[in-house]
């Protein structure tokens, strides 16, 4: 598989923070990998099956894996045999991705980019964007441009993989306020669901303090659209991919329902 590395392009303006970039461009730091210790390593080798099942991959196949962040899900079907290709704007995460996966053979490549703006055409087996890195956006269009990219970078009969919030689950669970504590690291917490420009979306503001004398490390807010299960499956058609099976509830494969924990779709290229 040639791959080539994508230009080093900043994101447009909109959804834009106090500093004046948008939200995604600052928000995914150091910081941000201790919100989630629990998506680690170990959960991704537990759900690397079923992806590969889903996406019909052998060992050996090219995966694309769009806003692959630290790496977790590209090391793990790495592991499996399929030749993985990263692609994240976080240069915090792509360095991590880097350390952990190290520079045996086999290991992913990673490369900065826009997910918007994919350079690859007809390179990949398969495809996954996992874990909500999608519906960042306030014009709908830019959700499109992702899929169009991702269609464009498989090959005929190329499947891609989405896994993203349930809509219905997360208005009926949601957590206005929360503490957490990950090492000498607070994190506050504060939710919400909101119109926004582009239609209902969550936000969730994190600020960050080291408890060693109480001072901040960090502030961001993100903001991801809401889109139901029908939304979904109109932005992967005309993007050109065709869905493939039932909507699921997980990466085990769990049937989706109003309550399941996420919504994945499965969708392979015309």
Request: hydrophobic share 40%; glycine share 10%.
């Amino acid at each position: 598989m040639q791959q080539a590395s994508p230009p080093e392009r900043l994101p447009s303006p909109q959804a834009a923070s106090p500093t004046g970039k948008a939200w995604f461009a600052h928000a995914f730091d150091r910081a941000w990998l201790d919100l989630y210790p629990h998506r680690n390593d170990d959960e991704a080798r537990r759900n690397a099956p079923v992806i590969a099942r889903l996406l019909g991959l052998r060992v050996g196949d090219g995966v694309l894996d769009v806003s692959c962040g630290a790496g977790r899900y590209a090391r793990a079907l790495a592991a499996r045999g399929m030749r993985v290709t990263g692609v994240d704007l976080s240069r915090d995460l792509l360095q991590e991705a880097r350390r952990r996966g190290g520079d045996l053979p086999g290991s992913p490549d990673y490369f900065r980019g826009d997910a918007r703006r994919l350079p690859f055409a007809g390179q990949f087996r398969g495809a996954i964007s996992v874990f909500t890195s999608f519906g960042y956006f306030e014009d709908r269009a830019d959700d499109v441009a992702i899929f169009t990219g991702v269609r464009r970078a498989l090959v005929p009969r190329g499947r891609f993989l989405l896994d993203f919030l349930n809509e219905s689950q997360v208005r009926a669970s949601l957590v206005p306020q929360e503490t957490k504590v990950h090492g000498s690291t607070r994190l506050s917490i504060h939710r919400r669901i909101a119109d926004g420009p582009g239609g209902p979306c969550v936000f969730k503001r994190v600020d960050a303090t080291n408890l060693r004398g109480d001072t901040p490390i960090s502030s961001f807010e993100e903001r991801v659209r809401l889109y139901t299960d029908a939304e979904v499956v109109g932005l992967l058609e005309e993007a050109g991919l065709r869905p493939v099976g039932e909507a699921l509830g997980d990466l085990q494969g769990a049937p989706y329902m109003p309550d399941a924990p996420r919504l994945v779709r499965v969708a392979e290229k015309r």
